[in-house]
């Protein structure tokens, strides 16, 4: 009886631990969104909501959020566009992404297996990204410009797309 109580209160503090921030998500998820930039048109101020995770030095996207054609506007020439379907979570919203991505965290080659839509062999620096054909929900955005691989979030809306409901969501405990 001594070992299923020790056996039982085991699993009660394991089950009790307090994990640290995010649990078992990382940081550098390739299909986590930990904010967004909202920017109806290139000229138009962003309006950040949560810390977002991106990587995205002279890349703007807009509009975003989108309901199925997006825009992503470069000063550098854009070459591959990839998108990953992602989850949002209220998570790391104290990391300094900037200097977290110093280290290149993640592989083309992984972008391009996890992709749900890919555009290649691109050259421009105003790309239109027609995203009809996926689902309502947030997207990693992946972009090779010059060489190099940039990302950013971004959200593919609904004919009954609702920006309070999607604001709200951020600015929520």
Do not use: H
């Not at 307090?18 to 109806?40: A, F, K, M, P, Y």
């Not at 138009?44 to 807009?62: E, K, M, Q």
């Not at 890919?118 to 239109?128: H, K, Y």
């Amino acid at each position: 009886m001594k070992k299923i109580f020790v056996i039982l209160l085991a699993f009660g503090l394991f089950a009790c631990q307090d994990d640290d921030e995010g649990g078992s998500i990382n940081q550098t998820d390739i299909d986590l969104v930990t904010g967004i930039d909202l920017r109806q048109t290139i000229t138009s101020p962003s309006i950040r909501l949560g810390n977002p995770n991106s990587f995205n030095t002279g890349i703007a996207l807009t509009p975003n959020p989108n309901l199925g054609t997006l825009i992503v506007t470069s000063t550098l020439n854009v070459s591959d566009i990839w998108l990953i379907a992602a989850e949002a979570d209220k998570v790391f919203q104290d990391v300094d992404f900037r200097e977290l991505y110093t280290a290149d965290p993640y592989e083309e080659s992984e972008v391009v297996r996890m992709a749900d839509l890919s555009l290649n062999d691109l050259n421009g620096f105003e790309i239109n990204v027609n995203m009809e054909s996926l689902d309502e929900g947030y997207y990693r955005i992946f972009i090779k410009a010059d060489g190099t691989l940039y990302w950013d979030n971004v959200y593919k809306g609904g004919t009954d797309l609702d920006i309070n409901a999607l604001m709200d969501f951020w600015s929520q405990e």
